[in-house]
Structures are given as structure tokens and as C-alpha cells.
């Protein structure tokens, strides 16, 4: 195996006396975390070098392997390497083991760790936005790795009910199942809808209301919307916070929400977010009140536009 995989590429002298980090998924060369993590590494004044990483598809456990056994500390995982993260590692946080995905790991005596910071991400990214979750009623649509990771952290705020919509019934259902204990917990009601069953109850005038509606499905990415037009005009009022947690430019699914006079946003708060949330577990969590995350993201939106 050639365990020089990541760091072949990299100029010694870059890394010289510096704690190595990267973010690996495929496609990668689009990712901003480099960007946001060395913002991070400079208001906190550390000496850190952080890179990218692209396995082909079979190839996340050969790369995430030499990467540690040549001395990196942590890696950012994204698309599509959140399940296989998860098995990597051989102690998981309650809310990563929950998830069933992985999106940071780390290194720590030998032994490999992995968490799940992207629904963190989304809460405190909602809360610097003024979105109280407590008492409300959310529509989550999807139910891929990314709805997976962020039901158990915005049960934890304290919503009353939750209903997951997925284009197919079947992992909405799943995800129902896999979180009705917690949703019990904290006295939420957690259903499980096919986003087909949500227009017909537009149609005939039964759907329920919601406060937030979080797109976590990748119908963005294809510039498209998981809601018809009919079904989004249903949804959306002015008292609706809409949350796509594809980030870029106005999403279809934001410029129907916009459209009926909702309040919207995209998911590069939640990106650097969930960054911010990473770094204090690789660096220390003393190293809080150091970063400043709202600062990070302006920038970025600067920068990106
Ligand atoms: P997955 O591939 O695991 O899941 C995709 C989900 O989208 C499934 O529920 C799928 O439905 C649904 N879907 C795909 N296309 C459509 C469509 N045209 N209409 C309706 N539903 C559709 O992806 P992830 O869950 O990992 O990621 C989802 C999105 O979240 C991605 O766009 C990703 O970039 C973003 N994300 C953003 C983060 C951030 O920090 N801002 C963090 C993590 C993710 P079905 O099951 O029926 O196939």
C-alpha cells in the first residue's frame, strides 16, 4: 500500500512544524473548508496546515489510513465518504453512532475517533440567524446522510414535532424509527411522510403548518426543487423560516419560499458551522472564545460573491 498518499503532495516545507489536517471526499476541489479552517488557525494563532484529499470511490479506508499513519491529526469527511467514516473509526460520539455517518475523525492515543458536527452546525447557524427552535413545528425534507445528522441535534432544542418527507416513504420511515426514542424523550412528535403524500394533502387542503422547512435533500444540486410549485405555495408564509442547506447561489427551493414572502437561507453558515465545531475538537475546546465563526462566514460570503 503506498501509505505516502496525501503528503506526497505536499511541499515539506509547507507542513514543517505544523499540525496536519485535511478535508477528503469526492469530488473535492470545490470545498471551502481549507479556506475556513486556516481563517480558524489564524484568529487562534495555530500552526496548522490543512489540504485536500480525493480516493476514488473504493478508496476512502486506504487513504484515511496512511493519512494517520503518516501523522495527520484530523480529517474533514464529506460527500460520499460520511457511512464509510463511520465504520473507520473505532470509537464513535452518542451523536455520530446515532447519525450512522461521520463528517470529522481524529486521532488521539492510537485510537481513531469520529463525530458528527453537522447538526450542530445547522442549530447554532439557525440561532445566529434568530430561529428559536423551542415550541416550533419543522418539515424536513430527505432523508439521506445529511437529515440523519442534524434530527437528533434539532430534537435536542426542544421542537414539538418534526416530520421527515422524503421523495421515497421507505428511508423516511427509517429515519421516523431510528429517532422515535429521542423524539419521545423530549416529548416531540416525529412522523415519517413521502413528499408525494405532502401534495396531495395541498390538494386537499389537510397539509400541516410549519415554522422551519429545511431542504436537506441534493435536489439543489441539480437546480431543482424536492416541492412543486403548488406544494410550496402551501407551505411558505411570512412566518416560515426556509433553510436549504446547499449553499451558492438561490436555490429553486429558496425562490419559492421567497416568492411567498418567507424569510430564507442557505447552508454556508451551517458549513462553517459545523468547521468551527471540528476545529475546537482537533485544537481544544479552550480555543473557543478565540474563533469567531459569524466573521469566518462573512468573509466567505465576500469572497464568494
Ligand atoms: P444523500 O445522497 O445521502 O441523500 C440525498 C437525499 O436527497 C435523499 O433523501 C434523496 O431522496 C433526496 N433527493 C435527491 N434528489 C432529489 C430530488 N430531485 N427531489 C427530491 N429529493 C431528492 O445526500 P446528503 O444527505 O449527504 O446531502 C444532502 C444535501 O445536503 C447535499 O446537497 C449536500 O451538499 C448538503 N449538505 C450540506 C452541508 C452543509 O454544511 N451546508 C452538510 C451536509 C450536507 P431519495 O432517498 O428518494 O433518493
New binding site residues.
Given amino acids: 500500500m503506498d501509505t505516502k498518499l496525501f503528503f506526497d503532495q505536499v511541499e515539506p516545507a509547507t507542513i514543517l512544524g505544523k499540525a496536519c489536517y485535511a478535508v477528503v471526499g469526492n469530488p473535492i476541489g470545490h470545498s471551502q473548508s481549507p479556506w475556513i479552517h486556516q481563517r480558524y488557525a489564524e484568529q487562534t494563532a495555530q500552526a496548522m496546515y490543512y489540504g485536500r484529499m480525493q480516493p476514488s470511490i473504493d478508496q476512502f479506508h486506504i487513504y484515511a489510513q496512511a493519512f494517520f499513519q503518516q501523522g495527520g491529526q484530523g480529517l474533514s469527511v464529506?460527500?460520499?465518504f460520511?457511512l464509510e467514516a463511520c465504520t473507520f473509526a473505532k470509537q464513535l460520539t452518542p451523536r455520530a453512532q446515532l447519525a450512522g455517518a461521520v463528517?470529522t475523525l481524529w486521532q488521539d492515543g492510537g485510537q481513531i475517533y469520529g463525530d458528527n458536527t453537522?447538526g450542530l452546525?445547522?442549530v447554532r447557524d439557525l440561532v445566529a440567524q434568530g430561529i428559536a427552535l423551542k415550541g416550533t413545528k419543522i418539515l424536513i425534507?430527505?432523508?439521506?446522510?445529511?437529515?440523519?445528522?442534524i434530527i437528533g441535534p434539532l430534537l435536542a432544542e426542544g421542537p414539538v414535532a418534526i416530520m421527515a418527507a422524503?421523495?421515497?416513504l421507505g428511508?423516511a420511515k427509517q429515519l421516523a424509527i431510528l429517532f422515535g426514542e429521542l423524539a419521545q424523550s423530549v416529548g416531540a412528535t416525529l412522523r415519517a411522510e413521502s413528499?408525494e403524500d405532502l401534495e396531495t394533502q395541498a390538494s386537499s387542503g389537510t397539509l400541516s403548518q410549519f415554522d422551519l422547512v429545511i431542504n436537506?435533500?441534493?435536489?439543489?444540486?441539480?437546480i431543482?426543487s424536492?416541492l412543486s410549485n403548488h406544494l410550496a405555495a402551501q407551505l411558505f408564509q411570512p412566518r416560515t423560516f426556509a433553510y436549504d442547506?446547499?449553499?451558492g447561489k438561490p436555490t429553486p427551493f429558496m425562490q419559492q419560499a421567497l416568492q411567498h414572502g418567507s424569510r430564507v437561507s442557505d447552508?454556508?453558515g451551517?458549513?462553517v458551522e459545523?468547521a468551527a465545531a471540528a476545529f475546537l475538537i482537533w485544537r481544544g475546546a479552550a480555543l473557543s472564545s478565540a474563533i469567531n465563526p459569524r466573521q469566518v462566514l462573512a468573509e466567505l460570503r465576500h469572497a464568494l460573491a
Fill in positions: 464529506t460527500v460520499p460520511k463528517n453537522d452546525g445547522l425534507l430527505g432523508a439521506g446522510g445529511a437529515a440523519r445528522g422524503n421523495r421515497s428511508k413528499i436537506a435533500t441534493a435536489a439543489s444540486l441539480d431543482l424536492p442547506l446547499v449553499y447552508g454556508l451551517m458549513l459545523q
